[in-house]
T-cell receptor, first 113, second 113 residues
Framework: DSGVTQTPKHLITATGQRVTLRCSPR?????VYWYQQSLDQGLQFLIQ???????AKGNILERFSAQQFPDLHSELNLSSLELGDSALYFC????????????FGSGTRLTVV | AQTVTQSQPEMSVQEAETVTLSCTYD???????LFWYKQPPSRQMILVIR??????QNATENRFSVNFQKAAKSFSLKISDSQLGDAAMYFC??????????FGTGTSLTVIP
């Protein structure tokens, strides 16, 4: 157990639907990052939060949004889902500097049918 | 822009032998951090080793070591005495200012018994 908890582990939904992925960071970590891992595109950075505030955005679609709550857990909302959104979504957390690397959750496997 | 390149999509090694995975990166920063992550079939991302760019000494963690060539912007991972459990996808990652990580596209390592 890495200390980063992601739920659900698997999600199957239809095109056009909306889903919410949840992440609880490792105890003590204030930074949360979301990454998308598709079969042919490696790990793509989506968004970063630090202590409730958005810090950086990567290749995140407008149909996607995220937030970090006062208790530091984070949610990634994916709406108007398309087949191409099928991927493994990782949450990772780190301390302020991330000098020692990210700690990853086990990911949420999203399948859009 | 920072980019990370892993030029070997697939590698194989005989059990107990040594294998080296290549990684190059592009950056204009002088102080940064580099990482290797392992992703076994379970899909969990596991930190293998980290290197601080300002340190000339190559990092070592048990059977894993790196060859860090700062001038050449090269960061290869050497796995000694390969074991069946080393079979996984290996990702090289660069930590940029702002704490975001850029990942390579990965190298799939097969360990042959």
């Amino acid at each position: 157990d890495s200390g980063v908890t992601q739920t659900p582990k698997h999600l199957i939904t239809a095109t056009g639907q909306r889903v919410t992925l949840r992440c609880s960071p490792r105890s003590g970590d204030l930074s949360v990052y979301w990454y998308q891992q598709s079969l042919d595109q490696g790990l793509q950075f989506l968004i970063q939060y630090y202590n409730g505030e958005e810090r950086a955005k990567g290749n995140i679609l407008e149909r996607f949004s995220a937030q970090q709550f006062p208790d530091l857990h984070s949610e990634l909302n994916l709406s108007s889902l398309e087949l191409g959104d099928s991927a493994l979504y990782f949450c990772a957390s780190s301390d302020l500097g991330s000098y020692y690397g990210y700690t990853f959750g086990s990911g949420t496997r999203l399948t859009v049918v | 822009a920072q980019t990370v390149t892993q030029s070997q999509p697939e590698m194989s090694v005989q059990e107990a032998e040594t294998v080296t995975l290549s990684c190059t990166y592009d950056t204009s920063e002088s102080d940064y951090y580099l990482f290797w992550y392992k992703q076994p079939p379970s899909r969990q991302m596991i930190l293998v080793i980290r290197q601080e760019a300002y340190k000339q000494q190559n990092a070592t963690e048990n059977r894993f070591s790196v060859n860090f060539q700062k001038a050449a912007k090269s960061f290869s991972l050497k796995i000694s005495d390969s074991q069946l459990g080393d079979a996984a996808m290996y990702f090289c990652a660069y930590r940029r200012t702002g704490n975001q990580f850029y990942f390579g596209t990965g190298t799939s390592l097969t360990v042959i018994p």
